[in-house]
T-cell receptor, first 115, second 119 residues
Framework: AQSVTQPDIHITVSEGASLELRCNYS??????LFWYVQSPGQGLQLLLK??????LVQGIKGFEAEFKRSQSSFNLRKPSVHWSDAAEYFC?????????????FGRGTSLIVHP | GAVVSQHPSRVICKSGTSVKIECRSL??????MFWYRQFPKQSLMLMAT?????????EQGVEKDKFLINHASLTLSTLTVTSAHPEDSSFYIC???????????????FGQGTRLTVV
């Protein structure tokens, strides 16, 4: 079965600083990988996804992620964080199931942005 | 992107009553819908997977008789929490996936969630 590990429960950065959120996955085949952001009391918004092809994926809001098969990682990065980026971030891996997939989520990383 | 609407966004109910949560795909047909439960400061736990016209597949440890899921059409799935108790209080989120061969591909679209409080 697939699994996702987000080793950092909380990350604190200063506004304008760079950001990297870690994600490691376990899956037997080539995974579908995702990063979602959740604001308090809200649903999830997709930031970016990797299915195949270029291992550096660009997403919305200036985020990017790099798929590294050798490290089973899919870390999320942003060169300059804004205060509005403070939220909960979830990495997910999708296991193919009959033409669609079932996403499994990591426990999430809470991003705190200091002014 | 496609829109998934979840209703209500918040609900408070008395212990012992039942609550129905709706999840609608507004501009696409959802072949598969998922229901998640999220405890405070924790990740989303998959409760069940439903396909239109068939019975839902529940994850281990999820009570089928307590969390009734109906996926009667390609745009609507409902989760009914029966005989709710305070421990059922949680944030419930649905997501929907379109036809994998269609223009939306295999991306999952999420509703905004429902905050259930049982008193």
């Amino acid at each position: 079965a697939q699994s996702v590990t987000q080793p950092d429960i909380h990350i604190t950065v200063s506004e304008g600083a760079s950001l990297e959120l870690r994600c490691n996955y376990s899956y037997g085949a080539t995974p579908y990988l995702f990063w979602y952001v959740q604001s308090p009391g809200q649903g999830l918004q997709l930031l970016l996804k990797y299915f195949s092809g270029d291992t550096l994926v660009q997403g919305i809001k200036g985020f990017e992620a790099e798929f590294k098969r050798s490290q089973s990682s899919f870390n999320l990065r942003k060169p300059s964080v804004h205060w509005s980026d403070a939220a909960e971030y979830f990495c997910a891996v999708g296991a193919a199931s009959g033409g669609s997939y079932i996403p499994t989520f990591g426990r999430g990383t809470s991003l705190i942005v200091h002014p | 992107g496609a829109v998934v609407s979840q209703h209500p966004s918040r609900v408070i109910c008395k212990s012992g009553t039942s609550v129905k949560i709706e999840c609608r795909s507004l501009d696409f047909q959802a072949t598969t819908m998922f229901w998640y439960r999220q405890f405070p400061k924790q990740s989303l736990m998959l409760m069940a997977t439903s396909n239109e016209g068939s019975k839902a597949t529940y994850e281990q440890g999820v009570e089928k008789d307590k969390f009734l899921i109906n996926h009667a059409s390609l745009t609507l799935s409902t989760l009914t929490v029966t005989s709710a108790h305070p421990e059922d209080s949680s944030f419930y989120i649905c997501s929907a996936i379109a036809d994998a061969d269609g223009p939306l591909g295999t991306e999952a679209f999420f509703g905004q969630g429902t905050r259930l409080t049982v008193v």
